[in-house]
């Protein structure tokens, strides 16, 4: 007799742990750049070098690039950048269940501001939250059949699991290159930019799978044209693309996630040699997960009419997908220039991020608390002030309907900001728009009894020689078939022919004959 099993593949969050670190460092502004009369913004990223798991701790080293667009006294070339790198070397503890695991690490940062000191030095200070976890991706081996001799009866029943086809990392490159228009001046030298990904798509196909998208790129640089040595140009460069991925279909379910951890932009000459090209490479990492959905039949009980078989069970925990899908949203809201600052005459560049600050999972329902933080750049009406930048929050409150979901259901929202647009409504006031984008995925957690062995002994021949050969029953209400002809040692097929019973369904006070079916102990 031999139990006939199945393997179903599955991932479950092992252990997480958060560590908020705070980077600060002050920076000399370099010899052969002039006094920092006033800060406009910053930007920043965070880049990750190096992972190491050793003795149950992560050992994460990386650093906080910035660069800093300020205005300086002279009235040639106002303004001027510094660009520089806060090193950190980090040690996350992790739980000694997850200490020798592969951990997958996310990073946000989550607020970056510049201080001058003088006119020579300014701080840098920054806070970074890295996430850390540990999925356990593993074969779940169930028993879905037996096999044995003739009179051996099984009985399996049907559910739903999400099976994890492909769990991988890749990267993806995208190179292009960007020519100023006619009206645009030769590139000096690169002050600012900023680029980043809009409206990514994906489709999956037979062992590949498809992506396009938008990267919207801004520049801000000195220009050898005299009457505007400051000069700005916006772009968009659209991608796309096919990513080998061996074992994905059609029909399975994405979850793909991009994120640039890379882009590399150099100036270069154009046909008649001037400096009108700027050479893009940018690098996407994407973590890949694809998602089968199966509905198989597991092994629920087994018994023989000729042996005693004991079942040996234990509690398997299984992962369905409830839920996946990408909620747009829109939120819009004014921004005012404070007092303190110029008055606006044109807008250059807007960017923004979305800030999720809390998730409450309420009945079949996520309530997602956030806001947008938007900083623009703009041309100011002040020609002692020739540029300047403007930053405001736009609060939201979003509920995302999730039917199916339970109390300790395992969810995750990826936010994406899909458009933002803003519009000058006076000199004073800004109208902001933003197309949210909440990428939502749910996951159910089921635990299911299952057969992992059964232990086959001889019959008690003395209780079975004590049993009526025939009896007559009367069906109690929690009775089914299955469970009386296991325990009178006969079969299901054998009670429906003596009863001319057409399929397995009985009630409370039926009367039916049973006959006990043991003919020879093998």
Known sequence: MELIKKNIHMNKLRCKSTLQLTLDDDFNVPDVKPDIDQIITEQGEIRINDIKVMNGKLLIKGALVFNVLYLCDEDQRPVHNISGEIPFDEVVNMELTCADDDPVLKWELEDLTTGLINSRKLSVRSIVRLNVAVEDLYDEETAVMVEGPEDVQYISKRIE??????NKKDTYRIKDEIILPAN????????????????????????????????????????DDEENPIEYYETEIAFSGMIDCNGCTEDMI????FRITNKNMEIKPDA????????LEIILEMDIKVYEMEEPEILCDVYSPSKCITPLTRDAVYENLVIKNNSKYRVADRIKVSENQPRILQICHASGTIKID????????????????????????????????????????????????????????????????????DSEEIEVKAVMNLNTIVFDKITEPIITDIEVTDLDLEKLQAMPGM???????EDTLWKIAKKYYTTVDTIKSINDLEDDRISAGEKIVIMKKVDVII
Not at 254 to 257: F, G, N, R, V
Not at 366 to 379: F, M, S
Not at 471 to 477: A, F
């Open 161 to 166: 699991i999400t099976d994890v086809s492909i």
């Open 184 to 223: 645009k001046g030769n590139i000096s030298a690169l002050l600012f930019n900023d680029i980043h990904l809009n409206n990514v798509e994906v489709r999956l196909l037979e062992d590949r799978f498809s992506i396009k998208g938008e990267l919207p790129v801004f520049i801000l640089y000195t220009s």
């Open 254 to 257: 994405e979850d793909i996630t």
């Open 272 to 279: 008649d040699g001037e400096e009108r090209v700027l050479d």
């Open 358 to 425: 809390d998730i409450v999972p309420v009945d079949t329902e996520l309530q997602v608390e956030g806001v947008v933080d938007v900083n623009i750049l703009y041309i100011s009406e002040d020609d002692r002030i020739p540029m300047n930048s403007l930053r405001g929050v736009i609060p939201f409150s979003q509920t995302i309907e999730v039917k199916g979901m339970k109390p300790d259901s395992n969810f995750e929202v990826k936010p994406n900001l899909d458009q933002l647009s803003v519009m000058m409504l």
């Open 471 to 477: 009896i007559g029953y009367v069906v109690k209400p």
